[in-house]
Nanobody, 115 residues
Framework: QVQLVESGGGLVQPGGPLRLSCVAS????????MGWYRQAPGKQRELVAR???????YYPDSVKGRFTISRDNAKNTVYLQMNSLKPEDTAVYYC?????????WGKGTLVTVSS
């Protein structure tokens, strides 16, 4: 059974940093591409970072230069380091992977950027 468990969300001031973690189980983590998505109230879920099994990364322009995705295969964990956070980054952040053609999601962790 595939499980993705996110942690690390919380309240942070504008300009501050936050690091999210996602622990995966039920998959061969080292050969899976991993992604972070977010969904703000009233908006569609959007991709914010992706990392392939060989470590190649992708970011949309909205977070490029501020967010960094990384992975630790020994710990079955993918991270999202978020710097210079803005109020518009407020959202529930979800971990995602695809296994045998099926999409799997964690339950999400809430990030609130506010003073």
């Amino acid at each position: 059974q595939v499980q993705l468990v996110e942690s690390g969300g919380g309240l942070v001031q504008p300009g501050g940093p936050l690091r999210l973690s996602c622990v995966a189980s039920g998959i061969i983590f080292s050969i899976n591409d991993m992604g972070w998505y977010r969904q703000a109230p009233g908006k569609q879920r959007e991709l914010v970072a992706r990392i392939t099994m060989i470590g190649s990364t992708y970011y949309p322009d909205s977070v490029k230069g501020r967010f960094t995705i990384s992975r630790d295969n020994a710990k079955n964990t993918v991270y999202l380091q978020m710097n210079s956070l803005k109020p518009e980054d407020t959202a529930v952040y979800y971990c995602n992977t695809k296994n045998y053609g099926m999409d799997y999601w964690g339950k999400g962790t809430l990030v609130t950027v506010s003073s």
